[in-house]
């Protein structure tokens, strides 16, 4: 009876690790899509979200192709800046005029994306009610986030290993300062002296 018993944990055990290791398998395929294939599979995301019948769906879909390559093609103009160095007594390597070269870059970047975005607008509302229209909005920001959301055991929101869940950065930092109770005046209220 323990030799069926210890012969199921260990097949239970052997199955469950084959299944997490194609999950991690799946997880670094998406990584290796080209921006295109991401684009693609973004559009049919949304074509379900909107609830899209086939024709407009595909008008959709290359709209905003075409929508996300005009953005991508603005961002490649201009370069991206460097990072500025971590520590304080590291100085910067760029001078003034080239600080305000980049600033300046980002600010006709802002410019032009706006303007594509408010060109696509006009090209969405053909077929698109302004509803469906913030709700693609909003797949396209909270798809932004999860670009930006950090990688590893402490997933925002999410428990590691140890049950505990990332709330910023770890450690001391995300501790409030205690903060004293202010004094209270005896103050009449009321018109009470």
């Known amino acids: 009876m323990k030799k069926i018993f ?16 194609q999950n991690k398998n799946e ?6 899509e080209t921006p295109e ?7 049919m995301r949304m074509v379900d979200a909107l609830s899209l019948d086939d024709k407009t769906g595909e008008r959709f879909i290359t709209t905003y192709k075409n929508f996300k390559n005009d953005i991508f093609e603005v961002m490649k103009k201009y370069p ?9 007594g590291e100085k910067s390597r760029k ?21 594509v975005r408010e060109r696509y607008y006009n090209e969405f509302r053909k077929f698109l009610n302004p509803r469906q229209i913030k709700k693609m909005y909003g797949m ?3 798809g932004m986030k999860k670009l930006g959301r950090p990688h590893g055991p ?26 004293p109770a202010q004094n209270q005046t005896n103050t009449p209220t009321n018109g009470q002296k």
């Open 140 to 142: 396209e920001r909270e």
């Open 154 to 179: 402490f997933k925002a929101g999410k428990p590691n290993q140890r049950g505990k869940q990332w709330q910023g950065r770890p450690g001391w930092y995300n501790q409030r300062p205690h903060r």
């Open 37 to 43: 294939q991401r684009i693609n599979k973004q559009a």
């Open 95 to 115: 001078t003034d005029a080239e600080i305000e070269k980049e600033i300046k870059d980002q600010f006709a970047m802002s410019r032009e994306i706006l303007d």
């Open 80 to 88: 991206r800046p460097e990072r500025t160095p971590k520590a304080e």
């Open 27 to 32: 997880g670094h395929r998406d990584r290796n």
């Open 6 to 21: 210890s012969m199921i944990v260990l097949c239970l055990t052997l199955g469950m690790t084959t299944m997490m290791a």
